[in-house]
């Protein structure tokens, strides 16, 4: 991208449960067109720049509190993002873009509704779609029984026996394999390895599209994980998901009837989003 030699782009870094974000208020739209894009690739850069999973701009919108526009760290622009949802809903409050603790706004994936309390917040996922249980799977020379749903974005869910399974799975190369899985071209798929610890509790590790690498959360593989675990009978809500930073994610959700256990509805994603610190981007680190 081009930047004036000079500019400072104002921002903010915030983190849900380990996934961080860069968070730009963008309503007077000093980014246009597809810039975020390559300030997304450049940013999100570890060491040499500010370092996150993705990029949040913040801009109006005439129907709702604000709209969106959400990039990965390589720069493609996502649907939807659980943990950055939470981010964007709790900075918009910080800075007096909205006056009350509730509100909503746009994503690619439709209207996100939030409600914030301290540095706690439960976010309303748009409806769960597209549930497949039991697919046959073959990767790295094994056949696996995969699960596939989409929450906003598309994941797919492995089961670990154990929790040393899950501690010494190579969540990288099977990760990365399965994300790229034809079965799920073009768009791809998350991929989540889940260990049921109890009725309420899950262990979860992801390897998240558009960051190419194993993240210390994802919201929405949380949420698929606890859906797909419910379908199967393993989980009843609420659900606690422990993902890799160590905290705690929580997954309500209702199921109509036990005889339909797989028509969810009113999913909601609760944590914390903490702001981390509030600085000015450099042109000198937006270089390729």
């Known amino acids: 991208m081009t930047v004036r030699a000079g500019q400072r782009i104002r921002f903010s870094k915030m983190t849900g449960s380990g996934n961080d974000f860069i968070i730009i208020d963008n309503r007077s739209k000093l980014l246009d067109g597809d810039k975020g894009r390559e300030l997304a690739r450049l940013a999100c850069r570890r060491k ?23 990039y990965n760290a390589d720069g493609s622009e996502a649907e939807m993002c659980g943990n950055g949802a939470r981010c964007a809903a709790r900075f918009a409050y910080l800075k007096g873009m909205v006056q009350k603790p509730q509100l909503a706004f746009r994503t690619l994936a439709g ?89 309420h509790h899950l262990s979860i590790r992801t390897y998240e599209r558009g960051v190419e690498a194993e993240t210390l959360a994802c ?28 905290e705690m994610l929580t997954i309500h959700f209702k199921t109509p009837s036990r005889s339909d256990v797989t028509d969810f509805s009113e999913v909601y994603l609760e944590g914390d989003a903490r702001m981390v610190y509030e600085a000015e981007l450099w042109d000198e680190t937006l270089v390729k």
């Open 48 to 70: 040499l720049s500010v370092g996150a999973d993705g990029l949040i701009l913040i801009e109006n919108d005439p129907e709702v509190d604000f709209v969106w526009r959400f």
């Open 111 to 199: 209207v996100i509704e939030a409600e914030i309390t301290g540095s706690r917040v439960k976010i309303r996922m748009t409806p769960p779609h597209g549930l497949a249980m039991d697919l046959p799977i073959e990767a790295q020379e094994q056949l696996f029984s995969l699960h596939f749903v989409n929450t906003g974005v598309p994941h797919v869910v492995l089961f670990a026996e154990s929790e040393q399974a899950l501690e010494t799975l190579d969540v990288f190369n099977l990760g990365r394999t399965l994300r790229y899985h034809p079965r799920f071209q073009p768009a791809g798929a998350n991929a989540n390895f889940v260990f049921v610890r109890d009725a």
């Open 219 to 246: 919201g929405t593989g949380s949420i698929a994980s606890a859906l797909v675990a419910a379908a199967r009978r393993f989980v009843e809500p609420p659900v606690e998901v422990q993902t890799r930073s160590g």
